[in-house]
């Protein structure tokens, strides 16, 4: 089984700061997901990736395959962004390991 | 597109009983999961399928079914409800190798089992 561990479990920051939310696993992987789950609401998927970088408007992803290491990079954080970021891995294709996911709140 | 559909979207039941908690799909993905979370813990893979007529056990099956009769539907049937299983529940689908967000999920169904 894939162990998967994010860091930090919480997070405050104020509007505007860049934010980084890390994820390490403890095998190799065919992918790996970053998710948003707001507070009461469903699950979105933001990433999928299994090497180098991504992004998508103010979100940023990134995979370092040697060190088993991805990071969620945020710029210029807004209030809306305030949710739970999950990271998942998956190396088989058919389910994903998740996280426990970190608390993102940021303040105006 | 409807996505990933699940109902209810919150039931309470007593101990005992018995529930079947829907979920449909529209995007013809052949991978198709269903998890519970519970709080301060990651999400946990109950049953997963990956094509009509095929199923298999995640890390937490005890004390459910699933059933995969077309690409579209993954039912999730709770036989004799336990405390146990109070959870949200959320079911999932991909379409493995394709795209860049891997995994639709469902909004979730949030049980109560009293």
């Known amino acids: 089984k894939n162990e998967v561990e994010q860091s930090p479990q919480n997070l405050t920051a104020q509007e505007g700061e860049f934010i980084t939310i890390n994820c390490s696993y403890s095998?190799?992987?065919?992918?790996l997901h970053w998710l948003q789950q707001h507070p009461g609401g469903g699950i979105v998927s933001l990433f999928m990736l299994s090497s180098g970088k991504k992004k998508h408007g103010r979100l940023i992803a990134t995979i370092n395959i040697q060190e088993k290491h991805s990071s969620l990079h945020i710029t210029a954080s807004h209030p809306r962004d305030s949710a739970v970021y999950i990271c998942a891995a998956t190396n088989s294709g058919y389910a994903l390991n998740f996280g426990k996911g970190t608390s993102l709140l940021v303040t105006p | 597109n409807a996505g990933v559909t699940q109902t209810p979207k919150f039931r309470i039941l007593k101990i005992g009983q018995s529930m079947t908690l829907q979920c449909t799909q529209d995007?013809?993905?052949?991978?198709m999961y269903w998890y519970r979370q519970d709080p301060g813990m990651g999400l946990k893979l109950i049953y997963y399928?990956?094509?009509?007529?095929?199923?298999d056990k995640g890390e937490v099956p005890n004390g459910y079914n699933v059933s995969r009769s077309t690409t579209e539907d993954f039912p999730l049937r709770l036989e004799l409800a336990a405390p146990s299983q109070t959870s949200v529940y959320f079911c999932?689908?991909?379409?493995?190798?394709?795209?860049?967000?891997?995994?639709?999920f469902g909004s979730g169904t949030r049980l109560t089992v009293v």
């Open positions: 399928s990956v094509g009509a007529g095929i199923t």
């Open positions: 995007m013809n993905h052949n991978y």
């Open positions: 095998v190799g992987i065919s992918a």
């Open positions: 999932a689908s991909g379409l493995q190798g394709q795209g860049n967000y891997g995994y639709t």
